[in-house]
């Protein structure tokens, strides 16, 4: 295949012009891709997760997290568990990614879980869950990993002794 004399370097357009234009020509693809849907730059539900630490009673740290489960698309999503203790489900690791603590197992019915979510709605719902403060150190920085109907986020913890 023969090259066009003014796609040569040093002819015409120049010695970048015709990486300039395939550059150009991808972001635009890109943008019109995304702007009709073809691309998705965000998931269809999103988890949200904060919380904060309450007063520590005993060896128990209580802490507040509140999920906001978000319905990025324009239909309805359905959710379901297994079972109710399924719905929401967190893990404590500590820096170096070492398991900390768990949600405690439960006796749990075994119903299986389902809801909806209307399409660009949300849901919140409000957790407190107990850390056991013997299985902390103060020389570490802690994550809580969170399962909400299935999606995971997680949420940096620090933890004052």
Request: proline letters at 6%.
């Amino acid at each position: 295949m023969r090259i066009p004399d003014f796609l040569k370097p040093g002819r015409g357009l120049g010695a970048f012009s015709p990486m300039t234009l395939v550059l150009v020509f991808g972001i635009l693809a890109i943008g019109l891709a995304s702007e009709y849907g073809l691309v998705q730059f965000e998931d269809d539900l999103e988890l949200k997760i904060s919380g904060e630490t309450l007063p520590q009673a005993g060896d128990i740290i209580p802490m507040d997290v509140q999920v906001r489960l978000i319905n990025n698309t324009d239909s309805l999503i359905e959710l379901t568990a297994p079972t109710p203790c399924k719905v929401f489900k967190w893990v404590l690791l500590d820096s170096r990614r070492d398991f900390v603590q768990a949600k405690a197992e439960e006796v749990c019915p075994q119903v299986l879980m389902q809801a909806t979510l209307e399409g660009n709605h949300n849901t919140t719902e409000g957790f407190v869950i107990e850390i056991d403060a013997k299985r902390l150190r103060p020389d570490s920085s802690y994550e809580l990993h969170v399962s909400y109907w299935g999606i995971m986020a997680t949420l940096p913890v620090d933890f004052v002794f």
